[in-house]
């Protein structure tokens, strides 16, 4: 039996004896995968962005190619890279040709900028790091460079389009060779948590784990080579990559559409050409989408299901898909640490509108606990605590934090306070970690405040979040200065030249002179938003 990548957490043997058993790993890889799927279904598309359509054997084959140039860079199994692209087809390719090496692709946020990049780079010793040239106005060369004077162990700076002083993607096509490719229970790549603590922490994810969820979410979607995927939201979040997204559509050997951005503007026009059969947005999108629909500019008939997750949708928001869309609403609960719960496409509209559905697996292990730690009575609310055959069993190189963020006997701990109905199906009802989210964006409140807390006019920060009608929630900062008080503008800039990523950028600054505390001495972010709340 070959080991997992030192610093990640196994799955103790008899779990792993139980989901080989029940057919759940199957003993595949995601390089194997693609390749199965170019001899089945060769003349297909695969994949299609801006004016690139890709069969899956073009595919394959561009794969197969950059697995060679790749390797003769002296990228190689288990080897980190940064993989920062936008919805382009070069991130697919990319990142099946670093899976078939066995490197390690680490899946950072086109939204990330020098204070995640260089973390990432860092923390995980990557020997390479992937970006566009530009997307949105932003040139992702200029933060190449920062990157590199910081990171001295990063060897390449890999980019699709006008490469500048770095490594042009499009020089690394080269003949296919036979290479030793990795093992199915080994990890694939590292995806990113939302998080609560002061920097982000890496979730290893396996191709064994990795491939169940897909074949589940695929089954549960009904997802097959007639389906035509839209991946509006950013490629790289794990919602619009494998419940099902892009590499679930892949998987069933549909199509992937790719959208550079989520807006109506140019995700309606795709929808009407490429004939959409699915698609998955946040809340706020889909309520811009619902008022943009309206409009009945474009033909969406073909969209069948519209998946709705990330952060909680009113169910008001919820009862107007199916008329105004005219297709089915499918509500998602999902983490990238794993386990992910769906409405099904035949629940009655009731369970549609007001659950946030039930797992994908009969062994997705779920238990709501009180702030004791014990089991609340069926129906009541508590922290969800979960684990099964796709959900992690530790952060990489955590130990500390893992021992926090998982029972002794491997239950992640979610930090959702969930009730689960008597169907069996979740209602998130908030939260019990120090988290903001933004409209699906996650912020975790203590990593901006340890960088508020780097500017020498503040003497203390707490950031909470503050309800808001459109994104869910906003971002407050609530700042006590020392003697010269800064001004809000002053700090959010500082933030920005820190090199943070703008969602995580307060909204708004609140300036005190104290805070108001908990019975032990604790900052009570609670009583911070009663006193917004009273203004
Ligand atoms: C309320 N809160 C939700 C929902 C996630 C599919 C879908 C989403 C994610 C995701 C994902 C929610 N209602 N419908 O990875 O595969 C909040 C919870 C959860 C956290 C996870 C997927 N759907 N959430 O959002 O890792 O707080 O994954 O713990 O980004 O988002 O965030 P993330």
């Known amino acids: 039996e070959a080991s997992l990548l030192p610093g990640c957490t196994p799955w103790p043997e008899e779990f792993v004896t139980h989901y080989r058993k029940a057919g759940y790993w199957r003993g595949e890889t995601f390089g194997q995968m693609l390749r199965e799927r170019a001899q089945r279904h060769g003349g297909r598309t695969a994949l299609v962005a801006g004016t690139q359509r890709w069969s899956y054997r073009e595919f394959d084959e561009r794969t197969d190619r950059l697995v060679a140039g790749f390797h003769a860079l002296g990228i190689k199994a288990r080897d980190r890279v940064v993989v920062q692209l936008p919805n382009i087809a070069e991130f697919f390719e990319v990142v099946f040709a670093l899976f ?3 490197a390690l692709p680490v899946f950072a946020l086109p939204a990330h900028r020098s204070a995640e990049i260089n973390y990432f780079c860092e923390f995980t010793e990557a020997v390479a790091y992937v970006i566009p040239d530009k997307h949105s106005g932003f040139d992702y060369r200029t933060l190449a460079e920062k990157v590199r004077g910081a990171v001295p162990g990063l060897r390449h700076v890999i980019v699709v389009g006008e490469p500048g002083p770095f490594t042009p993607l499009s020089q690394l096509y080269a003949t296919p060779a036979a290479l030793p490719e990795p093992v199915p229970s080994d990890v694939a790549f590292f995806q990113l948590s939302g998080g609560s603590t002061g920097v982000p922490k890496l979730i290893p994810r396996t191709h064994d784990d990795y491939i169940y969820s897909l074949r589940g979410s695929v089954e549960i979607c009904g997802l097959d080579e007639t ?20 590499l679930g559509t892949l998987y069933a050997g549909g199509t992937a559409v790719l959208a550079l951005h989520p807006s109506p503007d140019q995700a309606f026009p795709l929808i009407e050409r490429e004939r959409v059969t699915i698609t998955a947005l946040v809340p706020p999108l889909a309520m811009i989408w619902l008022d943009a629909a309206k409009a009945r500019r474009h033909d969406l008939s073909s969209l069948k299901v519209l998946q709705v997750g990330g952060a909680r949708l009113s169910a008001e928001a919820a009862q107007r898909v199916r008329p105004t869309l005219g297709c089915t609403l499918q509500q998602v609960y999902g983490m990238a640490e794993g386990l992910v719960n769906y409405t099904r496409l035949d629940d009655p509209e009731e369970l549609i509108v007001a659950t946030q559905g039930r797992p994908i697996s009969p062994d997705d292990e779920v238990r709501i606990i009180d702030e004791d730690g014990r089991d609340v009575a069926p129906g009541e609310t508590g922290q969800l605590l979960t684990r099964g055959p796709y959900t992690i069993r530790g952060y990489y190189n955590a130990e500390a934090h893992n021992a926090r963020a998982f029972t002794s ?3 992640y701990c979610t930090g959702d306070l969930v009730r689960v109905t008597p169907e069996g199906y979740m209602v998130v009802e908030g939260r019990a970690k120090d988290q903001i989210n933004r409209g699906g964006d996650k912020i975790a409140a203590e990593e901006v405040e340890n960088h508020l807390l780097a500017h020498p006019a503040v003497h203390d920060a707490a950031v909470i979040s503050i309800p808001d009608p459109f994104l869910g ?15 809000a ?3 959010t800039s500082f933030l920005r030249e820190r090199g943070l990523a703008a969602y995580k950028i307060p909204d708004r600054v609140e300036f005190v002179a104290t805070f108001p505390q908990t019975g032990v001495g604790k900052v009570s972010k609670k009583a911070l938003r009663e006193t917004l709340t009273r203004r």
């Open 100 to 102: 078939r090496l066995g």
């Open 227 to 246: 389906s035509v995927y839209l991946c509006a939201l950013p490629a790289a979040h794990n919602f619009p990559l494998s419940s099902p997204g892009v």
């Open 473 to 487: 929630e906003r971002t407050c900062a609530f700042v006590i200065p020392r003697e010269a008080p800064p001004t």
């Open 489 to 491: 503008a002053t700090l």
């Open 409 to 411: 006997d491997g239950f």
